[in-house]
């Protein structure tokens, strides 16, 4: 979770030295917010104030993705991985994506993306351990929807479940070679079924139906 400090005190100062040191961070990455001010007699005395303290978005984010991108350097090198890394802060969205790309991104694409999926777990894991629950991270592979792909291959699998019960063909729309590739995949896989890839002016689809005998 993010952490907030509400502090009091005579100056605001030493509030703001107070919150630095707790939160770890510098007087400039500070959003503070004034609760109270009560002003003291005429040297100051008895002045009173009352602030609550947080780090700004932007600098928490940028902490966040500079830890995760540490692991993930740390991973590659253990593992003899060649993965590039490119990092979007949505701040709006709170959120951290990290685009992966690279010759060894195939191998986190095995078996649907479970790998990609393992790997974002622990980053995420590892940031919260460093520096407490936060923002979400995300990892994509540069140029592929996983989640897309993940839903295809649901479509793709129930579309076959329906046409062992009707032996009616079915239509899965696709929008690239790969999709196509996985899609293929499947079929060949189940065995008893047969594809054919169509491209006319309503786009590109694979009709499925049972192999003829």
């Given at each position: 979770?993010e952490?907030i400090?509400e ?12 919150a ?18 009560e ?11 009352k602030?609550?303290f947080?780090i ?6 940028s ?10 350097k740390?991973?590659?090198?253990y ?13 709006d ?5 990290i ?14 993306g479970?790998?990609?999926s393992?790997?974002?777990?622990l ?9 407490g629950?936060?923002?979400?991270i995300?990892?994509?592979i ?5 989640e897309?792909?993940?839903?295809l ?7 076959l479940?329906?046409?062992k ?13 790969r ?9 060949k ?13 309503k786009?590109?689809r ?5 192999k003829?005998?």
């Open positions: 979770m952490k400090l502090l009091e005190g005579k100056s605001l100062d030493q509030l703001v030295e107070k630095c040191q707790d939160l770890g961070c510098l007087p400039p990455d500070l959003d503070i917010e004034i609760k109270e001010f002003a003291g007699g005429m040297l100051g005395s008895g002045r009173k104030i602030a609550v947080k700004k978005p932007e600098k928490l984010l902490e966040r993705a500079n830890r995760a991108l540490t692991f993930l740390e991973l590659c090198f593992s003899d991985f060649n993965l590039e890394t490119q990092t979007q802060i949505l701040k969205q709170r959120e951290i994506v685009i992966l790309s690279g010759e060894d991104t195939k191998y986190l694409l095995q078996n649907g479970e790998v990609l393992a790997v974002e777990f980053v995420n894991k590892v940031v919260a351990k460093a520096l629950v936060g923002p979400k995300t990892l994509k540069k140029g592929i929807d996983i897309r792909e993940r839903k291959a649901q479509a793709v699998r129930k579309a479940e329906l046409i019960k009707d032996q009616k063909e079915r239509t899965i729309k696709i929008g690239n070679k999709e196509e590739r996985l899609v293929l995949n499947i079929i896989e189940e065995g008893d079924f047969e594809a054919e890839v169509v491209e006319d002016q786009g590109k694979v009709i499925l139906r049972v003829n005998p």
